[in-house]
């Protein structure tokens, strides 16, 4: 099993800027992909930024040339640097990971605890 432990979340006003990370732990040969979501209360969980193992990104429209994925693949470490923020922005950040190989044959995919990021007006 994979554990994800994120960190960097926060209380920032608006056009602030953070800088969420979140480190897998385990001996993990590989993995498909690394992502951040968010889940403000109320409505459905949505993909705010992902990342391949290959280094291919997404990101979900409204965050587009705001928030920068990254990982360090040494550290199996995902980052999201999240500039210009808005309220709207305010949301839990759950990191995840897709398909990771732990070698025997054995895949995992894994949610972190979630952080929370709150930006005021």
């Known amino acids: 099993q994979v554990q994800l432990v994120e960190s960097g979340g926060g209380l920032v006003q608006a056009g602030g800027s953070l800088r969420l990370a979140c480190a897998a732990s385990g001996i993990i040969y590989s993995f498909t992909a690394m992502g951040w979501y968010r889940q403000a209360p109320g409505k459905q969980r949505e993909l705010v930024a992902r990342i391949t193992s290959g280094g291919s990104t997404r990101y979900a429209d409204s965050v587009k040339g705001r928030f920068t994925i990254s990982r360090d693949g040494a550290k199996n470490t995902v980052y999201l640097q999240m500039n210009s923020l808005k309220p709207e922005d305010t949301s839990v950040y759950s990191c995840?990971?897709?398909?990771?190989?732990?070698?025997?044959?054995?895949?995992?995919?894994?949610w972190g605890q979630g952080t929370q990021v709150t930006v005021s007006s």
């Open positions: 995840n990971i897709e398909d990771a190989y732990l070698g025997s044959g054995r895949y995992s995919s894994s």
